[in-house]
């Protein structure tokens, strides 16, 4: 299995651009995380789904970013307009029903 | 005003010995316990974790000890390598939507 796979690895925009980053889960999994890691925050949870389902978004920090799962096998999570705040590395976690979680490489996602 | 980072506890120890990393979790109503390892420029690796009726768990050279009187979780890693060397996020979970990671610590492995 190739695990969570994320994409791109790295992505660097100016302020005020749209970012889009993507994610592929582990296959057979039915919940998927999207979380957030910063030297001042640490990693933060933004939303999962459950069966492609948004369960809980109350970690996305504001109207300016939003989540998609439009099937079991990918999911994006875009931020517009991107701001500087927003620099940051994203990774994409997924599972099968338990609490452990797989994580992806990550996004390291920088806002000039 | 002047923004402050997190300021993660480190743990240096000799390559070969022993090392006790420590977690205070914040919910005494937390079912379960996972430690994540998380090595420079990559994602958090799951090492081992414990539910709430349990005390102690053992993995191979990793042991974690719960001490729900005091909501204190610790992860022991026998003979400890270079490869060892990473951030330990200590977890706690309600329910999947509660999942709460910790500011992690810091452990340096000297040769």
């Known amino acids: 299995d190739a695990g969570v796979i994320q994409s791109p690895r790295h992505e660097v925009t100016e302020m005020g651009q749209e970012v889009t980053l993507r994610c592929k889960p582990i296959?057979?999994?039915?919940?998927l995380f999207w979380y957030r890691q910063t030297m001042m925050r640490g990693l933060e949870l933004l939303i999962y789904?459950?069966?492609?389902?948004?369960?809980?978004d109350s970690g996305m920090p504001e109207d300016r970013f939003s989540a998609k799962m439009p099937n079991a096998s990918f999911s994006t999570l875009k931020i517009q307009p991107s701001e500087p705040r927003d620099s940051a590395v994203y990774f994409c976690?997924?599972?099968?029903?338990?609490?452990?979680?797989?994580f992806g490489p990550g996004t390291r996602l920088t806002v000039l | 005003g002047e923004s402050v980072g997190l300021h993660l506890p480190t743990l240096s120890v000799q390559e070969g010995d022993n090392s006790i990393i420590n977690c205070a979790y914040s919910n005494s109503a937390s079912d379960y316990f996972i430690w994540y390892k998380q090595e420079s420029g990559k994602g958090p690796q799951f090492i081992i974790d414990?539910?709430?009726?349990?005390d102690k768990r053992q993995g191979q050279r990793v042991t974690v000890l719960l001490n729900k009187t005091v909501k204190h979780l610790s992860l022991q890693i026998a003979a400890t390598q270079p490869g060892d060397s990473a951030v330990y996020f200590c977890?706690?979970?309600?329910?999947?939507?509660?999942?709460?990671f910790g500011a992690g610590t810091r452990l340096t492995v000297k040769p």
């Open positions: 296959s057979g999994h039915n919940s």
């Open positions: 976690a997924s599972s099968l029903g338990d609490p452990e979680q797989f």
């Open positions: 977890a706690e979970n309600i329910r999947m939507r509660d999942m709460r």
């Open positions: 414990i539910r709430s009726n349990m």
């Open positions: 789904f459950n069966n492609n389902v948004p369960i809980d």
